[in-house]
């Protein structure tokens, strides 16, 4: 399949396509963040970083005419870089969700062959037989929510490899491939000193902002829970959900445990997750409610501190005194808390 039409390119700047339209305009780095041509260009690509931030979508504008879409493909490098410049990793996440989601919206209304060429283009064997739309196992695990009841592979029909799927479940898939694959990319990505003194000001800007929300989450209190009774392990894992970072699954596990151990509802704790940059309501549910036994019979405990150090979620270069004395977080933060009663009397 071959896409001529610069509004399609413009609305998925991500496929090669899309790149070599780019390539053959032969503007330089230095004319796209100079010439006053390319004004609107730089303008788009704030915005659609600014619009991630705040909105958790890049948004929509005209794709009317052909500069309309040229600018458009071009605010999309720009917007990368200024998001690698900014240096937060809660601001690559926010921005990756922001774009994927605004590409989901538009995959929606694209017919099967164009979701195939896509899938293709991004390496994921993806077929229709008849009005049925297959993706092979490894794509779908590799690509799937599958941390979410209805997607895991057990709820699914398996036949012969391949894994049945509609036409929103692909488009949700091509979603969190291309979420992972900004991500991944922007992560490797250094800061150029001529994009940061182009957008030195907004840069600053984006910076100051996603500081002071992780700063704020990171102070305030969750519930009944006093954050400065919180073992270093727990604090460590809630300031890495609070800044965007990969949290491993097992870490994901035993913060909602321990929390759940403490009495807080389950409001309290969804309320932890919602200041993640890549928070998504739905999913996050599903994880809490299974966790705390909401929706299971089983209630789970957090792991104790050997099996935290065997998962390397024990941050052993920042335990303190108690943490030597205790052999669970629970009974880290219980005393903890009696040390300071036995202070204040
Ligand atoms: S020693 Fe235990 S309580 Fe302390 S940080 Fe490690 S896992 Fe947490």
């Given at each position: 399949m071959e896409v001529k039409d610069i509004a399609t390119l413009a609305k998925y700047p991500f496929l090669k396509e899309s790149r070599e339209y780019i390539k053959g305009l032969s503007i330089s780095v230095d004319d796209l963040l100079q010439d006053l041509a390319y004004e609107r260009a730089r303008v788009i690509g704030l915005e659609r970083v600014e619009n991630a931030l705040r909105k958790g979508d890049v948004g929509n504008r005209s794709l009317a005419t052909e500069t309309d879409c040229i600018m458009e493909l071009l605010s999309y490098p720009i917007a990368r870089m200024i998001s690698v410049c900014v240096g937060e990793p809660y601001l690559r996440r926010r921005y990756a969700l922001g774009e994927a989601i605004h590409f989901y919206k538009y995959l929606q209304n694209e017919d099967m062959s164009f979701l195939l060429w896509v899938a293709k283009e991004l390496g994921m064997d993806v077929k229709t037989l008849d009005s049925r739309i297959e993706i092979y196992f490894v794509d779908y695990l590799k690509?799937?929510?599958?941390?979410y009841k209805e997607w895991k592979l057990v709820n699914r029909v398996l036949d012969r490899g391949y894994v049945y799927i509609n036409h929103r479940e692909l488009c949700r898939i091509i979603e969190e491939n291309l979420r992972n694959r900004i991500v991944k990319e922007l992560d490797s990505r250094e800061c150029e000193e001529t994009v940061y003194k182009t957008f030195q000001k907004e840069i600053e800007g984006f910076r100051n902002t996603v500081r002071l929300k992780i700063k704020k989450a990171r102070t305030k209190s969750i519930g009944?829970?006093?954050?400065?009774?919180?073992p270093p392990c727990m604090r460590k894992i809630l300031s890495m959900i609070q800044s965007g970072e990969n949290v491993p699954h097992m870490a994901r596990f035993a913060i909602v445990a321990f929390l759940n151990s403490l009495n807080l509802s389950f409001n309290e704790i969804m309320e932890m997750f919602r200041?993640?940059?890549?928070?998504e309501e739905d999913k996050t549910r599903y994880q809490v409610e299974h966790i705390t036994g909401r929706k299971s019979s089983t209630k789970y405990t957090p792991p104790g501190c050997d099996k935290m150090r065997t998962y390397g979620i024990c941050p052993v270069e920042e335990i303190d005194e108690i943490c030597k004395k205790v052999n669970h977080p629970l009974s880290y933060y219980k005393l903890k808390w009696k040390l300071s009663k036995g202070k204040k009397k």
């Open positions: 690509n799937a929510p599958t941390r009944k829970v006093n954050m400065t009774l919180m200041n993640a940059p890549d928070y």
